[in-house]
């Protein structure tokens, strides 16, 4: 583990109760990795399932997460990013309560400050969710 809960909800701009990402597992110029632990308490919990958009949010904070990190490895100030789309989004299953999600970024294409993302969420090495976004880095 990269970064704990306590520091990664400091680098990224999230603030409760819209956290959606518990620690960075790796980071580096091409992917990055998280854990994630689907809470009762969480705003997008229902009838004992974590709903979809927590599990994009998710892959969104990841990749803060991680852009963060290794901007500040680089030594340059945090990156911030905004979602500019999202797309060829699949929801394959919904994570119970108590699950532990362990989501997966890749970068596929950069152009100028829009970066194209892949993020897949798993529980148990079992595809939740995968998308693209595009995220726009304010550099």
């Known amino acids: 583990m990269l970064l704990s809960k306590e520091q990664t909800t400091e680098i990224i701009p999230q603030k409760a109760p819209f956290i959606m990402i518990d620690s960075l597992l790796s980071a580096n110029e091409i992917d990055f990795k998280s854990s994630f632990v689907a809470m009762e308490q969480n705003i997008f919990s229902e ?67 829009i970066y194209l993302i892949r993020g897949e969420n798993y529980v148990n090495g079992n595809l939740l969710v995968e998308c693209e976004m595009k995220i726009v880095v304010q550099e």
């Not at 994009?56 to 340059?76: H, L, P």
């Not at 990156?79 to 500019?84: L, M, R």
């Open 47 to 113: 009838n004992g399932k974590l709903q979809e958009p927590a599990l994009i949010e998710n892959i969104a904070q990841t990749v803060a997460a991680g852009f963060s990190y290794v901007g500040q490895q680089q030594g340059g100030p945090p990156k911030i990013g905004f979602i500019g789309a999202i797309s060829k989004l699949k929801v394959h299953q919904l994570p119970n309560i108590g699950d532990e999600i362990n989501t997966t970024v890749t970068h596929l294409h950069k152009f100028e400050n």
